[in-house]
């Protein structure tokens, strides 16, 4: 078969990606912090460039606290330095080269910090080359000679990329993400954590096992909707463990689910101007996660107390929904058979009702007593 040339014609303007950045480090990383690393990577060579946290998150339609997340995210796997000012804010980004294995010989120690991982990637070429170079000299040298050359497997003493992310996480790594953790979490509460707050968040971390990603957007979610109580939070965290909620996205689907049911609530109760109140949220809770009513069954109860009471009441509400609850209301249909039965026991109840009436007024008939001897005796002196 004739050989295939192969012509390039492509633009130039093209941004370059380490292959031990796909091979190691993409596969574990959330596909938005992956977004957020080549985006920093495009704007890499870019002179014009004047990224601000707020601009990233336009371009990439995330939210600033998404942004955060990815830039600690790759912090902690090394890929990124940040540079913070004395108030902790974020005021530079420093790539840093991939970690890949390297030939264990003295004169081919490179430094760990770089801030362009494509030079990373030729770096390591130019070492696989001169391994291979080396090893070919050692076959021509003989055996003796080669035990001075560079070896092309890595040290027994570095573990790879792929067997350092099997290890169990150390506890000096955890030390360390409990400190971001407990850094962050005063930042969004705007004040100094007490002792007790403190182990609050160690206990998620340590006992229910939540990831560093999934308290700081527990903490995140729970501030931007107005509850900096770290009672409010514990109960939000003990409601994600036993949804067996383990991510951020899944912790979203539940906020955007709860968000709806809530929705649901206001728009059948007609408030519009507003937010539901720390009570009202209480009863939402109670209706969707303890009874496991669907969001059309708790309308339908909000829809019922308008055309009862003419205003909304949470309290009406829940007495519907506590007796349908009783009465194992699962779907609409169910309800619709609830009503019939009640239809017909009211009808009973009048039908009895009616006749109970009617033989208490004839029983409360006064009738006339006759003498018939006096009758008979008025008759004979008549006549």
């Known amino acids: 078969m004739k050989t295939l040339t192969l012509k390039n014609k492509v633009q130039t303007n093209a941004t370059l990606l380490p ?30 460039s004047s990224l601000t946290l707020t601009t990233i998150a336009d371009c990439l339609n995330n939210t600033e606290g998404d942004i955060l997340r990815a830039f600690r995210y790759w912090e902690k796997e090394g890929l990124l330095r940040l540079e913070r000012d004395a108030e902790g804010r974020i005021t530079g980004l420093e790539l ?102 403190m182990e609050t968040i160690t206990y998620f971390y340590e006992t229910l096992h939540m990831s560093a990603d999934l308290i700081e957007y527990l903490i995140e979610s729970c501030v931007e909707n107005g509850h900096k109580s770290m009672h409010y939070i514990r109960k939000v965290a003990f409601s994600w463990s036993e949804a067996g909620i383990e991510t951020v996205s899944q912790a979203k689907e539940e906020s955007a689910l709860y968000s709806r049911t809530c929705y649901t609530v206001l ?30 069954i708790i309308a339908e109860a909000c829809r019922r107390t308008i055309s009862s009471t003419h205003q909304p009441s949470f309290e009406y509400a829940d007495s519907i929904l506590s ?6 209301i699962r779907h609409l249909a169910d309800i619709s058979v609830l009503d019939e039965e009640y239809l017909k026991e009211r009808s009973a109840a009048k039908t009895a009702s009616r006749s109970r009436t009617a033989a208490k007024n004839l029983n409360n008939f006064e009738r006339r007593s006759y003498d018939m001897e006096s009758l008979e005796e008025q008759l004979l002196n008549s006549n």
């Open 96 to 197: 840093q080269r991939t970690a890949q294995s390297r030939p264990a010989s003295s004169g081919s120690s490179v430094s760990a910090a770089s801030p362009r991982p494509a030079a990373s990637a030729q770096m390591q070429n130019r070492t696989e080359t001169s391994v291979r170079e080396a090893d070919m000299q050692g076959q021509k040298t003989g055996s003796s000679d080669q035990a001075a050359l560079p070896s092309a497997a890595p040290s027994a003493a570095v573990p790879s990329p792929a067997a350092s992310k099997a290890v169990p996480l150390d506890a000096f790594r955890a030390q360390k993400e409990i400190r971001s953790l407990l850094f962050i979490a005063e930042q969004y509460l705007g004040k100094t954590l007490t002792h007790t707050e």
């Open 19 to 48: 292959n031990d950045f796909i091979d190691n480090y993409m596969i574990d990383a959330n596909g938005e912090f992956v977004k957020v690393y080549l985006f920093l990577l495009r704007h890499l060579d870019d002179p014009c």
């Open 323 to 328: 007796r349908w609850k009783q009465k194992n």
């Open 267 to 296: 728009n059948a109760f007609g408030i519009k101007s507003r937010g539901p109140a720390s009570s009202e949220l209480a009863y939402i809770r109670k209706w969707s996660e303890d009874y496991g009513f669907s969001s059309d």
